[in-house]
């Protein structure tokens, strides 16, 4: 017979299991989910380089060259046959002084060389990018027994040149076209009369044209300082371009 004595131990039991296992919707027990441990990102990748070896050849008598200015660039030239010389060009075409040159906006990589490069001798500068978009290269150095003469080549595009490969270009000479080829005392700055270099004023035709060349008092202009050693037909320069990475 279930008595009111019976009913108070079922009660008192039934409270003491409770108390025993602990109430389901305790807020002390955690049921969120174990975080799971991400990946580390994966490495960025390594960028790639393109490296060039570029070589010239003083192929003149007597006309040294100042250092060896090579730059890589997007789809562009730094000179057209016809048009003015920038500011840049001229310093370099007139003194020898390239670093305006290779700082000039849309140059992605540039590298000069170390100094002069003698007639007969052979200079070379390496660049290096990691930029995809530089795949042309301008290249330029002063006759500096001249006043305002130079040679190289601009805007070649180099994106089909592999690895281990190279190119090699025989090339004339330009005349900046920023000062006049008096070949006057004073107005070279090479060893053959130390004159002024590089003079902001322009007083030729204001445009860059193939050089013709000096005349040279061996050859009747008699106020020149330059002998007939100093003459030069084209070419003047040999170029090889080499892609090493």
Request: aromatic share 6%; glycine share 8%.
């Amino acid at each position: 017979m279930f008595t009111k004595q019976t009913f108070y131990k079922s009660l008192v039991a039934s409270v003491t299991l409770l108390a025993l296992t602990g109430c389901p919707f305790d807020d002390d027990d955690d049921d969120s989910p174990t975080p799971v441990a991400m990946p580390d990102p994966a490495p960025a990748p390594t960028p790639t380089e393109y490296s060039y070896e570029v070589s010239v050849i003083n192929l003149t008598n007597a006309q040294p060259l100042s250092p060896i200015a090579v730059a890589l660039h997007a789809e562009n030239q730094l000179w057209t046959v016809g048009s003015p010389a920038t500011e840049a060009l001229e310093i370099l075409a007139e003194g020898g002084d390239n670093t305006m040159f290779l700082a000039q906006e849309g140059i992605l990589a540039s590298g000069s060389g170390e100094g002069v490069v003698m007639p007969g001798m052979s200079g070379s500068v390496s660049v290096t990018t990691t930029d995809e978009t530089a795949t042309f290269v301008s290249i330029a150095t002063m006759l500096v027994n001249t006043n305002d003469a130079f040679s190289g080549l601009t805007g070649l595009d180099l994106s089909s040149l592999e690895v281990d490969s190279s190119r090699s270009y025989t090339l004339g000479s330009y005349d900046a076209g920023t000062e006049g080829n008096t070949e006057a005392a004073g107005t070279i700055p090479g060893p053959a009369d130390g004159g002024t270099g590089y003079i902001a004023e322009r007083d030729d035709v204001d445009f860059v044209a193939m050089h013709p060349g000096v005349v040279s008092m061996d050859d009747g202009l008699t106020t020149s300082v330059l002998t007939q050693a100093h003459r030069f037909d084209n070419p003047t320069i040999r170029v090889t371009i080499t892609r090493t990475k």
